[in-house]
């Protein structure tokens, strides 16, 4: 799909899931702050475990590194146990927050109910929402990846129109971790039809960001972001290197 002169600028958010101590997530954002403070040409978002969002916030304050969460809960406050409220989220620095990763629908029984409830509460809290869908290779193998992302896409975003304020972040379950990347041209498909599901939306389908995920890593990422609709990565593995973190966001750098 033509691009034109639309300007998407190009994010890349590491997502470091449940690793790191204490000391070792102040030294992964540290080196990460270090050459990368002067980037401008894209954002970048990290996602460290809960317990360390407030020590990393103070680690990248003055830099052009923003915070995000992994998860948030739908309601505001109240009885449930272990779970963090978007509030709390606002209130320790956070302005992005990662929604429906497939670990999350997996392990602990996210649904697209859930994630719609949680991408409105986002929005209303003003963070910015990373909403995460994705085929399973059963449903890729079945020729399924279409239906099953349309419908996804569809229940995900049920009553929702503030597209301009989201980010979506495609992600094949079975290139999550594994070292197996989608292809250029597959992943491509994909996010070309999730603009066309976004132009059935909105008059502003072609702004919004789409992000890729899956086995991101410095070798594949030049080629990956040559295609014209995907805008930038979510990173899980390679956000804990802070070298292969850098290279990443470097090769990303500079794309339209
Ligand atoms: C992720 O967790 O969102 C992810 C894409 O992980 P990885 O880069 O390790 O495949």
Same mark, same amino acid.
């Given at each position: 799909m033509a691009q034109g002169n639309i300007k998407r600028k190009p994010l890349v958010v590491g997502n470091w899931k449940m690793n790191t101590t204490a000391d070792e997530a102040i030294e992964l954002a540290r080196s990460i702050t270090t050459d990368i +403070?002067?980037?401008?040409?894209t954002d970048i978002v990290i996602c460290p475990p809960f317990v360390w969002l407030s020590p990393i916030a103070s680690v990248i304050t003055n830099t052009s590194i923003k915070l995000g969460a992994q998860n948030l809960h739908?309601?505001?406050? +109240?009885?449930?146990?272990g779970e963090i409220s978007a509030r709390m989220l606002k209130d320790v620095g956070c302005e992005y927050v990662i929604i429906g990763h497939s670990e999350r629908r997996q392990? @602990?029984?996210?649904?697209d109910q859930s994630v719609n409830q949680k991408l409105k509460k986002a929005i209303d809290a003003e963070l910015t929402p990373i909403v995460c869908l994705g085929e399973s290779l059963q449903d890729r193998e079945a020729n399924r990846t279409n239906a099953l992302i349309t419908n996804q896409f569809n229940n995900d975003f049920? +009553?929702?129109?503030? @597209?301009?304020k989201v980010i979506i972040a495609y992600e094949p379950i079975w290139a999550i971790g594994t070292g197996k990347t989608a292809t250029a041209e597959q992943a491509q498909e994909v996010h070309g039809l999730l603009r066309e599901l976004l132009r059935q939306k909105t008059?502003?389908? $072609?702004e919004v960001r789409i992000l890729y995920g899956g086995s991101v890593k410095p070798k594949n990422a030049a080629d990956l972001i040559a295609?014209?609709?995907? $805008?930038g990565f979510l990173v899980g593995?390679?956000?804990?290197?802070a070298k292969d973190f850098k290279a990443i966001i470097k090769a990303v750098s500079g794309k339209d």
């Open positions: +403070g002067a980037i401008i040409e739908w309601e505001d406050k +109240g009885a449930y146990t392990y @602990f029984g996210e649904t049920e +009553g929702f129109t503030d @597209f301009e008059d502003g389908y $072609n295609q014209p609709d995907i $805008n593995g390679a956000s804990l290197k």
